[in-house]
């Protein structure tokens, strides 16, 4: 099948475009030629919407890759209707939705940075989410971190990416932070996300391009998940 082209990673504010239906699988999803869908993967849902055609339409409640990652499966609502093959369509996400996880995203970015401990786990929600952190036995006070975390998103850094090639990852081990979730190789170059003058590290999801726009944000709860590993909710408040 030919590959997808993924649109979201080079402008994650379209929320809308024409494509061409190139595939149905066998499950019933739907493979377009290109997408604005983010594909589930690395703690981040799976972008949902809609694929209209003349005469009808498809809500979708998921996206994910295919087997060979070359291609992504918009997965349709169950009893939808699926066009044919080389059907022009349109596909809109549900944008509030994706706006959130983007700030949520984002934000999380900036909680690793107010706790500079290795990442062991995380998920990104409808405008929550949470990291788990290596960290031993210590006292976490979520007013302080909150705090902090205002003040970074406060300053309205720009947030941009840029790809390196794996060797020069492989050059640069410390700007992995997470330890259960590794960036994925294979097609020989990384995807490296960017704030500003606050932090730097590779990942494939979508974000906003200023931190203002997450808005602020508190610190709902952290919870002891094993003798070393602490997790952080945090939540958008506006």
């Known amino acids: 099948m030919t590959p ?3 649109l979201f990673r080079d402008d994650s504010y379209l929320d809308e475009v024409a494509a061409t239906v190139v ?3 066998e499950t019933g999803g739907i493979v377009l030629d290109r ?3 983010y594909a589930q993967g690395g703690g981040q849902p799976g972008d949902t919407g809609e694929i209209a055609w003349e005469g009808d339409s498809a809500t979708i409640a998921n996206a994910v890759y295919g087997p060979d990652r070359s291609e992504i499966v918009h997965i349709p609502e169950p009893g939808a209707a699926l066009p044919p093959v080389g059907t022009r369509v349109t596909a809109r996400l549900d944008w509030s ?3 959130a996880r983007m700030r949520a995203h984002t ?3 900036l909680l690793s940075v107010v706790l500079p401990y290795p990442v062991t786990g995380g998920s990104i929600g409808d405008g929550e989410g949470r990291l788990d952190f290596d960290l031993p036995e210590a006292s976490l006070d979520k007013g302080e971190i909150a705090a902090a975390l205002n003040e970074l998103i406060a300053r309205d ?3 941009t990416d840029r790809w390196i090639s794996d060797a020069e990852l492989d050059a640069n081990p ?3 932070k997470t330890m259960s979730v590794k960036p994925p190789r294979g097609s020989g170059r990384v995807r490296l996300v960017e704030i500003a003058g606050i932090d730097l590290q590779p990942c494939g999801g979508t974000h906003v391009r200023r931190t203002g726009e997450i808005g602020p944000v508190e610190v709902s709860s952290i ?3 094993g003798k070393q590993n602490r997790r952080v909710r945090i939540k958008l408040t506006g």
Do not use: D, N, Q, S
């Open 97 to 99: 939705r994706r706006f």
């Open 157 to 159: 850094a720009p947030v």
């Open 223 to 225: 919870e002891k998940k």
């Open 4 to 6: 997808t082209e993924i």
């Open 23 to 25: 595939g149905v699988t």
């Open 174 to 176: 410390g700007l992995v």
């Open 35 to 37: 997408t604005i869908f």
């Open 107 to 109: 934000a999380l970015h």
